[in-house]
């Protein structure tokens, strides 16, 4: 039997929904391979942006007839009007996230029963602000019966459904988490991470996705032992000065204001085992290095660049073979943002919350975790 095609909408037509040269994601493309979808609008409120990538999108002979119907917007409130079934959220976290009127995007259509995938991280407001409404979110969502998923792709990254089978055969107790994550800075930045406002700066925008895959590999994080330290632009000595930013993207922020360069945190999980955090903005490029690894009593498990179109699961283990050897894992083309956008379609048919593996309320606890990391120690913020 075929199935019923959905009419989704976009808000923000970015690298996220829309992808660009240097980056692996691209919602649009994946979308595209699933099928069954009618795109009826894109919101941007830059529209030479929105109006380029639907004239690209028109032009492909395999997918243009996705959006034959598709209307370029300017405000969220049209689409919301249009009555699409399922929308993706994808404007920076300064533009949603929050019970402001304008803001509040993901309450607005989850109580008019829209399916909605949604960027992270979830907001720029402190937690105290933000809990009240993230709590009706989650309620409008179970009262209506939608789907919500939250952009948490590595959940969905063949090295970490790996690693989480090889722990739990293992027994399951890790000793040790460790997370790194140093960002290129010096090519194709995009400005508004540069302002703590509108992105919440790198460990709520960039090293949550290490914070949640901390959370989802080991389980959760006891908040009163974190410990944090930074390297900031205003540090004596200047240690923390960067001389490659590109388009000025600093110029018209303080000192004192300036995203960190270096920030290293580390805490004990409930469960015992320790964690650490390193995310830096430091490299050259535009190519990142993040390798995440866990330690148990006699295996570790290195899942090494998960970014790249080849990540590799590097393992060390008393099981069969030489323990002084490393078994590789491969993983070539394995596309996380494919699997991650496959689960929730299926979801949304199927009316399946369950499916989900990152939901907005799990989502949440992650995005205490970044506000902790960023409140804890030496941070000076
Ligand atoms: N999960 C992932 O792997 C991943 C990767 C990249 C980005 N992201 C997330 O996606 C979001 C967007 O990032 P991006 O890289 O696409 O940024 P981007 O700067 O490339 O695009 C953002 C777009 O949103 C538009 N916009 C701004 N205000 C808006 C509003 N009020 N309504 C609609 N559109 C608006 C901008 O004009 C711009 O075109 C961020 O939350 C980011 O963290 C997630």
Redesign the pocket.
């Known amino acids: 039997m075929s199935q019923a095609t959905l009419k989704i909408g976009f ?8 992808g ?1 040269p240097e ?3 691209d919602h649009a493309s994946r979308l595209e391979k699933i099928g069954g979808m009618e795109v009826i609008g894109i ?4 529209t030479r ?2 109006d380029e990538v639907l004239k690209e999108k028109l032009a492909s002979p395999d997918y243009g007839h996705m959006y034959t119907h598709c209307r370029l917007l ?3 409130r049209e689409l919301l009007g249009m009555k699409p079934e399922v929308v993706f959220i ?7 996230g929050s019970p402001k009127d ?2 509040n ?1 993901e309450l607005e259509f989850a109580r008019a029963g829209i399916h909605v995938f949604v ?3 979830l907001s720029v407001l402190p937690p105290e602000e933000f809990s009240p409404y993230a709590c009706s979110v989650t309620e409008a969502c179970r009262a209506n019966n939608i789907v919500v998923s939250v ?3 590595f959940r969905y990254h063949a090295g970490v459904l790996k690693m989480k089978e090889m722990i739990a055969h293992h027994g399951g107790k890790v000793m040790a988490f460790n997370a790194r994550y140093y960002f290129a800075y010096t090519e194709g930045i ?3 991470w540069f302002n703590t406002a509108i ?1 919440g700066g790198p460990i709520i ?2 090293a ?2 290490f914070c949640d895959i901390a959370r989802y590999i080991v389980g959760e994080i006891d908040m009163t032992s974190l410990h944090t330290l930074m390297v900031k632009d205003s540090d004596k000595g200047g240690v923390g000065k960067l001389n490659h930013i590109l388009n000025n993207a600093e110029d018209d922020i303080p000192s004192d204001k300036r995203i960190p360069r270096v920030t290293i945190s580390h805490w004990r999980f409930e469960d015992g085992g320790l964690g650490t955090l390193m995310h830096s903005l430091t490299l050259p490029g535009s190519r990142y290095q993040v390798t995440f690894e866990v330690q148990l009593d006699g295996l570790q498990l290195s899942l090494i660049d998960p970014y790249g179109s080849t990540s590799i699961l590097r393992v060390r283990s008393l099981e069969g073979g030489n323990p002084n050897q490393d078994q590789d894992f491969v993983f070539e083309n394995d596309d996380m ?1 494919l699997r991650e956008l496959d689960t929730f379609i299926k979801a949304v048919r199927q009316r399946k919350q369950s499916l989900i593996k990152s939901s907005y309320e799990d989502a949440k606890k992650t995005y205490d975790l970044t506000w902790a990391i960023l409140g804890q120690g030496e941070t000076r913020i």
């Open positions: 808000i923000g037509a970015g690298a996220i929904h829309f660009r980056v692996p994601w919101v941007d409120p830059d942006r929105s300017t405000d969220y994808g404007s920076p976290p300064g533009y949603r304008g803001a995007l960027e992270k991280p952009g948490y792709k995009n400005k508004y992105s925008e960039q949550t996705h943002y």
